[in-house]
């Protein structure tokens, strides 16, 4: 992330001027803010709400329905495991309960040494390759314990 002077703040209201005049702003705005500072600080979405002209709740609810977004710094990789109906025909539950029992977190929480974030998602358009798993947004397909930890090796070598 590269330094600024701006406060998080500033940089929030400079993202949503960037988005001034567009229709349906608030996801590609907070997309932009998550990619800028990996997370939505709760604390910002006041300074959101009032840019916005809208409710906090409305911006709480919208961050919190979509689960690409989170609310707190992630890990250093980021597993999203598919668990939608083709991947779990053919395996995708025991997927994410072999990277629980792997990871020692529950899908939707992050290593105490912030290593890995773990996340479930309901399909990543790679359905005939189940059970799907997203590394650090990288796909890959039939995917099973020994091929995550693989992955997960992998990425601490690149
Ligand atoms: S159902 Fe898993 S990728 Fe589509």
């Known amino acids: 992330m590269p330094e600024t002077t701006e406060s998080p703040v500033e940089l929030v ?21 998550q990619n800028r500072f990996g ?12 840019e916005l002209n809208m409710s906090r709740a409305d911006v709480h609810g919208v961050i919190t329905f979509y689960t690409d977004f989170r609310s707190e710094p992630g890990g250093a990789a980021t597993v999203r495991i598919c668990r939608a109906e083709a991947c779990q ?7 994410v309960a072999d990277a629980e029992q792997v990871f020692g977190v529950k899908a939707g929480q992050t290593t105490p040494d912030g290593s890995v974030t773990l996340q479930q998602v309901f399909c990543l358009g790679n ?12 796909m890959y397909g039939r995917v099973d314990r020994g091929r995550l930890i693989e992955l997960l090796a992998n990425e601490g070598d690149a």
Not at 39 to 49: H, R
């Open 13 to 33: 209201r400079a993202i949503v001027a960037a988005h001034r005049g567009e229709r349906g702003v608030l996801l590609p705005i907070l997309h932009d803010i």
């Open 39 to 50: 997370y939505i600080d709760p604390d910002l979405v006041p300074a959101l709400a009032h």
């Open 89 to 95: 025909s053919v395996g995708a539950e025991k997927l």
């Open 127 to 138: 359905c005939a390759l189940g059970p799907a798993a997203q590394v650090n947004g990288r």
